[in-house]
């Protein structure tokens, strides 16, 4: 079971450069969720999705776009990538909570450390 | 979600216990608490979460103010492994929403 796997775990951009950054889970979980985390700061939500084929603005959602086809994938894109871009991504999931609404634990993968020069 | 606040650090020795505190006074009725740490260079991970009452799974313990204002996550016996951003979160009860993350407390543990 591989949980939250991001790809690429590293990935260097130049100015004004594209890139689709693949978030993909093998728990069968409802919510999908992109965070972006800078130096000395907690995470921020960019984007998130409650499932397939559906997506929502977070805090922090201007110069990204997602797409979710499948459950299972969560694909976040940089369409020009720009120096404020620069951070660290982590993509979370979870499971719809159950009945009675009850809160489920969020699941992490390891982040993609990006870098636009 | 409600805001809440956390030390920004806290130091610890191995093997002590270790109590991180958390406020939370515009908490609502619907709301959990959550906490979520960060070893350095990994994504967060579930430590714990409760409502109302006390919990305790094979992380930690929590303990949650009767007024549920503040709350206290326990780490019985820190370990060197334990270093990392602890943080307090407050979500609710059938939120699709995602964890809003504050800047947590950042512990160390010395040997």
């Known amino acids: 079971n591989a949980g939250v796997t991001q790809t690429p775990k590293f990935r260097v951009l130049k100015t004004g450069q594209s890139m689709t950054l693949l978030c993909a889970q093998d728990m069968n979980h409802e919510y999908m969720y992109w965070y972006r985390q800078d130096p000395g700061m907690g995470l921020r939500l960019i984007h998130y999705s409650v499932g397939e084929g559906t997506t929502a603005k977070g805090e922090v959602p201007d110069g990204y776009n997602v797409s979710r086809l499948k459950k299972q994938n969560f694909l976040l894109g940089l369409e020009s990538a720009a120096p404020s871009q620069t951070s660290v991504y982590f993509c979370a999931s979870r499971p719809t909570p159950g009945t009675g609404g009850l809160n489920t634990e969020a699941f992490f993968g390891q982040g993609t450390r990006l870098t636009v020069v | 979600d409600a805001k809440t606040t956390q030390p920004n650090s806290m130091e610890s020795n191995e093997e002590e216990p270790v109590h991180l505190p958390c406020n939370h006074s515009?908490?609502?009725?619907?709301?959990?608490i959550h906490w979520y740490r960060q070893l350095p260079s990994q994504g967060p991970e579930y430590v714990i979460h409760g409502l109302t009452s006390n919990v305790n799974n094979r992380m930690a313990s929590l303990a949650i103010a009767e007024d549920r204002k503040s709350s206290t996550l326990i780490l019985h016996r820190a370990t060197l492994r334990d270093a990392a951003v602890y943080y307090c979160i407050l979500r609710e009860i059938q939120a699709g929403t995602a964890l809003i993350f504050g800047k947590g407390t950042t512990l160390s543990v010395s040997s």
């Open positions: 515009t908490i609502s009725g619907t709301d959990y």
